[in-house]
């Protein structure tokens, strides 16, 4: 069965501060997807980043990096520099093999930047 | 650019009364969700629709049902809500992609849902 686990419930950085929030999936197949959602106070769901299990290149987009490592079943988010604007719940998600309508979503971290 | 929108944005019920929650996307997507957001779980396949004309169970289908209208649109119905159900409900749609897509699901802005 995929399973998600996020173990950081919730974070608190002061604003320019580097901060990672970590992913850890379980599955059995080798071929999958992950994903990160930012859910900001106002509700909405915004995808982030998508990664297949044949990629494990790490990526950056301006602040935001992800790093992804199959050895240890990890797909961990940082944030540099961290700003007011990023406190939100971030969510990594997990899609099925082979049926990649169905997504398993982390119970989410929220990530507090303070001034 | 509506994206998906979904209605009621609140609803408050009491325990065995029925309500359909409304799903529409305007993208032309083929694959339509619903989900559900309980604090510390994170959000839950409820059912999901590949195509028009086909609907699936996700992770936790028990007390819903689905209805795929038409390609735009994908309701939810509680037919006897219980307090176990006091949720928020998210609609979302995306396209039949392959590896190289980018952008899965589009969300929208979530019902909060409370029976009591």
């Known amino acids: 069965a995929q399973k998600v686990t996020q173990a950081q419930t919730e974070i608190s950085v002061v604003e320019k501060e580097d901060v990672t929030l970590d992913c850890v999936y379980e599955?059995?197949?080798?071929?999958?997807?992950l994903f990160w959602y930012k859910q900001p106070p106002s509700g909405e769901l915004v995808f982030l980043i998508r990664r297949n299990s044949f990629d494990e290149q790490n990526e950056i987009s301006g602040r935001y990096s992800w790093n992804f490592q199959k050895s240890t079943s990890s797909f961990n988010f940082t944030i540099t520099a961290s700003q007011v604007v990023d406190s939100a719940v971030y969510f990594c998600?997990?899609?099925?093999?082979?049926?990649?309508?169905?997504?398993?979503f982390g119970s989410g971290t929220k990530l507090n930047v303070k001034p | 650019n509506a994206g998906v929108t979904q209605t009621p944005k609140f609803q408050v019920l009491k325990t065995g009364q029925s309500m359909t929650l409304q799903c529409a996307q305007d993208?032309?997507?083929?694959?339509m969700y619903w989900y559900r957001q309980d604090p510390g779980m994170g959000l839950r396949l409820i059912y999901y629709s590949a195509s028009e004309g086909t609907t699936d169970k996700g992770e936790v289908p028990n007390g819903y049902n689905v209805s795929r209208l038409n390609k735009r649109e994908f309701s939810l119905r509680l037919e006897s809500a219980a307090p176990s159900q006091t949720s928020v409900y998210f609609c979302?749609?995306?396209?039949?992609?392959?590896?190289?897509?980018?952008?899965?699901?589009?969300f929208g802005d979530g019902t909060r849902l409370s029976i009591l």
């Open positions: 979302a749609s995306s396209e039949v992609w392959d590896r190289d897509s980018n952008q899965p699901q589009h």
């Open positions: 998600a997990l899609s099925e093999p082979y049926n990649f309508n169905k997504f398993y």
């Open positions: 993208m032309n997507h083929n694959s």
């Open positions: 599955t059995r197949d080798t071929t999958y997807y």
